[in-house]
């Protein structure tokens, strides 16, 4: 007996084995994409074709060349063809990537509630809709990955070239919008969640403010934002730092003219970080609250006729508060989640951006962070991406730090969209501890809507 009890346990090990290595497999194969895409899209070149080839000879590489890490390590570094190095920021990336991919699906899959190290408990890191039936969250969890994924490689970018490509904060966007949603309506179509009740948080991915207002005015203001978007296109409004480009060469040629060099930008030695000496960063604040304009109104509006759709509503004496009389479904109840949390979160950054910008007049912030924290929200919610924005400023001290640590020699400045990458990762991983502060703070309240 106690021989059979311990050969299937030792299947289980050898199940969750195999389980982790196609986890770091598929973690690894994303990490090769990473590459791609971080070689690619500042170049602007298709990140589909042409094949895979050495940067120096052009020769396109073999499938066993292109096995992430593995093919790097065989080739010992050097390109089989002309012999050049080959930058190990590639093998990094994909060990890293799959690192990261294994890390969240042991803590969430793997590791028991009350499993707790030097007092720390690895168990609670899991979010909550994790729930009892962890089969049916995989889904959730590929929109985590994607983000993930996405963070890495708009980290890469943007440490690089001070910009992010807006591509990489729409894939996870989307992803959530179209995932979450199906996910919650296959979920209660099976009996697993019912429907949507007044107080009660969408408990999958995306938890939000609920209820009829909220719904409506998630996707009244995601509309807004796509008529801000066609004013655009028309030309009816005017896109912010439309002439930016023509000022930084007319800035660049009159220092160049004046003996300075043209690698300099108003005592800045990187060109990329020309952007804060733009004089003009308020007259483009305006332009852009202009455009928001259709956003903030058409989310009254959706909160008003979600309300007066839900209607009437009526006093339920066991809630002990007012219920409307159609109740959201939960597919309903994600899509505003992520929509919300796409609001919410890009907001955030965008009115820092907006006021820091009117108040020192200089451009405080990039759209780039501003989309990157929107994805951050509609994927994994708005809390989390709140407290990623704000647990940034942190991250960019620990920075600092380290540089002086180091005898200055971290000298070049760091964009803000790393800051925020790393510290969206670290609130998913210090979930126990943020709901200990928020408790302290807020008392038995604090933490209770945490995903």
Known sequence: MTLAVESYELWLWAFDAVKVLFVAALGACIGSLTNVLVYRLPRGLNVVTPPSACPACGTQLTFGENIPVFGWLLLKGRCRFCRVKISAEYPLVEAFVAALFVLFFVL?????????????DLGG??????GSSAS????????????????????LVDAKTSTIPLILTWVPALAAVLVHPI??????RAGGLGVTTPGEVWTLATPGPD??????ASIGGVVGLGVGNVLLATGLIRRSF??????????????????QGAGHAGGHENPGEMWIAYPHARREMVKELVFLAPCLGLAMMGWWLARMWAGPWKFDAVMGELVPAHLAPLWLAALGGVLMGYLIGGGVVWAVRIFGSLGFGKESMGLGDVHMMAA???????????????????????WVLLGKMLGGRLKRVMPYGPFLAVSTVLVLLC???????LRKLTGNMGGMFLP
Request: hydrophobic content about 55%.
């Open 125 to 130: 890191i899991k979010p909550r809709w994790m």
């Open 183 to 188: 996910h919650a309506y296959i979920v209660q």
């Open 242 to 259: 439309a002439d930016y480009e023509a000022w930084e060469k007319q800035a660049l040629a009159d220092q160049d003219a004046a003996g």
């Open 108 to 120: 969430y899959y793997m590791v028991p509630t009350g499993t707790v190290v030097l007092g720390f």
């Open 211 to 216: 209820g009829w207002g909220w719904i409506g």
């Open 376 to 398: 951050v929200g509609a994927c994994i919610g708005w809390i989390n991406s709140v407290l990623g924005f704000f647990g940034a400023a942190f991250v960019g001290l620990a």
């Open 136 to 155: 049916q969250t995989w889904p959730s969890f590929a929109v985590l990955l994607t983000l993930l994924s996405s963070l890495v490689a708009m980290t």
């Open 431 to 437: 979930k126990p501890l943020i709901e200990m502060g």
